[in-house]
């Protein structure tokens, strides 16, 4: 769609309803501008090129997105204003069908009186990490290929098949055993219950021409654990899986144990000896928790009963995801998994994830998936 197009599209909305429900009324177009009146009664406008320039590169927007294209803290308007001309659905991912513009432009209602006004807004969405990063993805790939929860299209088993239980799995008996051994060096009763994990799958690539379709997880501080590490070493005996030696080495890292992971666990105290396996570390963790203070972090769970149990589960379950695509139920549509480690931004970026742009993001997820899984994105 040309500029002008898109301009006398968007001369047509007369109102927007933002996802929390404000109402942004009055919305006219004049020159390169689009005027609005916002609940409070101040009159706005936003840039109509700026606006542009987000249906032009983004295939999915929210509010966290929108920052990076539109001046001004005027966010929300223009993530409502979007979605009304039906350019965006209501989830924020762009809708591919171009609409028919009429060679008769309306008259756009003369813009009202009032200077614009560039006060703060209330962020309306909370945009977490995970969030931030499929928004980036959807928009690198095209939407119509990235699912995930956060962008409200969770994981289904219509998508995969991922059980609390790898001997629900289906699994060549090699990787069974391979899984077995997992759960002894975990410390597992292996009472692990029943029951699907689909639904907390991060999220997933679907039929890519080049990626295909996959699990792809954002893995934030709290994975990296000396649990993790257990299950990574293992993982080498099943599959060469690419981040691999980047995962072993964040897991062997005590610093980044001390600063970044254990605080994720709500646990004060340093771990002061070499990272060596789990049980080390669950044989320490017990020892400096007290026993009439719970921490929900570290507590026991099925199958891992003791204190460290949950980090104990957290491992073995994503082992669970590393290996989704060998058990028989998917292993005629799915790849094997791709897994972006949240501090690989700050290793390239020396910035903090809340810190970078979208734009800085979206570049460097697009390294990644060149360094270590070999597609360049176009």
């Given at each position: 769609m040309e500029y002008s197009d898109f301009k006398i599209l968007l001369s047509r909305i007369t109102s927007a309803t933002s996802v929390t429900g404000k109402s942004y009324t009055r919305i006219s177009v004049k020159c390169d501008q689009i005027y609005y009146r916002r609940e409070s009664g101040s009159n706005e406008?936003?840039?109509?090129?700026?606006?542009?320039?987000?249906?032009?590169?983004?295939?999915?927007?929210?509010?966290?997105?929108?920052?990076?294209?539109?001046s001004g803290r005027k966010f929300s308007p223009s993530l409502a204003i979007l979605i009304e001309s039906e350019l965006f659905d209501q989830q924020g991912c762009r809708i591919n069908d171009e609409k028919t513009i009429s060679d008769t432009e309306n008259n756009p209602v003369e813009a009202f009186p009032g200077s614009t006004n560039d006060e703060s807004e209330e962020v309306e969405v909370a945009e977490k990490d995970e969030g931030r990063f499929f928004a980036a993805l959807a928009n690198l790939l095209d939407s119509k290929y990235v699912k995930s929860k956060s962008l409200n299209k969770p994981i289904t088993?219509?998508?995969?098949?991922?059980?609390?239980?790898?001997?629900?799995?289906?699994?060549?008996?090699?990787?069974?055993?391979?899984?077995?051994?997992?759960?002894?060096?975990?410390?597992?009763?292996?009472?692990?219950?029943?029951?699907?994990?689909?639904?907390?799958?991060?999220?997933?690539?679907?039929?890519?021409?080049?990626?295909?379709?996959?699990?792809?997880?954002?893995?934030?501080?709290?994975?990296f654990t000396p649990a993790r590490l257990d299950s990574l070493q293992i993982l080498k005996e099943i599959d060469e899986f690419p981040f691999i030696d980047l995962y072993t080495d964040l897991c062997k890292n005590n610093s980044y144990l001390n600063r970044y992971v254990l605080p994720k666990h709500r646990v004060k105290e340093n771990f002061e000896n070499d990272i060596n396996d789990f049980q080390g570390?669950?044989?320490?963790?017990?020892?400096?928790?007290p026993p009439d203070k719970k921490n929900g972090y570290i507590e026991a769970k099925p199958g891992f009963t003791f204190i460290g149990g949950r980090i104990a589960q957290?491992?073995?379950?994503?082992?669970?995801?590393?290996?989704?695509?060998?058990a028989?139920?998917?292993?005629?549509?799915?790849?094997?998994?791709?897994?972006?480690?949240?501090?690989?931004?700050?290793?390239?970026?020396?910035?903090e994830f809340d810190q970078v742009s979208m734009g800085e993001l979206q570049k460097v997820i697009a390294q990644y998936l060149l360094e270590y899984y070999n597609y360049k994105v176009n």
């Open positions: 406008s936003i840039d109509l090129r700026e606006l542009y320039d987000v249906y032009k590169k983004c295939t999915f927007i929210n509010t966290s997105i929108l920052r990076t294209y539109i088993s219509s998508d995969v098949i991922l059980y609390k239980n790898h001997d629900e799995m289906k699994v060549a008996n090699t990787v069974a055993n391979i899984m077995n051994l997992l759960l002894e060096k975990l410390g597992s009763n292996w009472n692990l219950g029943s029951g699907h994990l689909e639904r907390f799958i991060d999220g997933m690539i679907v039929n890519h021409p080049i990626l295909g379709t996959r699990i792809v997880e954002f893995d934030e501080e709290q994975h570390f669950q044989t320490w963790l017990h020892s400096i928790t957290r491992a073995y379950y994503d082992s669970l995801r590393d290996i989704a695509h060998l028989t139920a998917n292993e005629t549509k799915l790849t094997p998994i791709i897994r972006f480690p949240k501090v690989y931004v700050a290793l390239i970026l020396k910035k």
